[in-house]
């Protein structure tokens, strides 16, 4: 089964920027990030699929987040510009373990093969 390691995250004030990072143990067609907030389901932040050509935001990250990959190293990187308190919450990393025809939140969400990472903490301060 897909191992992923996540790293990145911590707090930050307001305007500031944060980088998450996460490591398949091998190569995995579609990830992404999701996030929880305290209270409210977990939402899909940014995947991408085969290669980095295709990706999907959430519209509060549009212009905000950008979501990339290096497939020699199964890393996906999630870059997050002029935060608010609102992206506060639990960031976690998903890949799923299969072929998939394509990427998007409610394919990884769906899939009985996708492999979640243990989450990583993003606090924003205002």
């Known amino acids: 089964q897909v191992q992923l390691v996540e790293s990145g995250g911590g707090s930050v004030q307001a305007g500031g920027s944060l980088k998450l990072s996460c490591a398949a143990s091998g190569y995995r067609a579609c990830m992404g990030w999701f996030r929880q907030a305290p209270g409210k389901e977990r939402e899909g932040v940014a995947v991408i699929g085969t290669g980095g050509g295709r990706t999907h935001y959430a519209d509060s990250v549009k212009g905000r987040f950008t979501i990339s990959r290096d497939n020699a190293k199964n890393t996906v990187v999630l870059q997050m510009n002029s935060l608010g308190p609102e992206d506060t919450a639990m960031y976690y990393c998903?890949?799923?373990?299969?072929?998939?025809?394509?990427?998007?939140?409610?394919?990884?969400?769906?899939?009985?093969?996708?492999?979640w990472g243990q989450g990583t903490q993003v606090t924003v301060s205002s």
């Open positions: 998903a890949a799923i373990d299969a072929w998939v025809p394509m990427c998007d939140f409610a394919v990884v969400v769906i899939s009985t093969r996708t492999v």
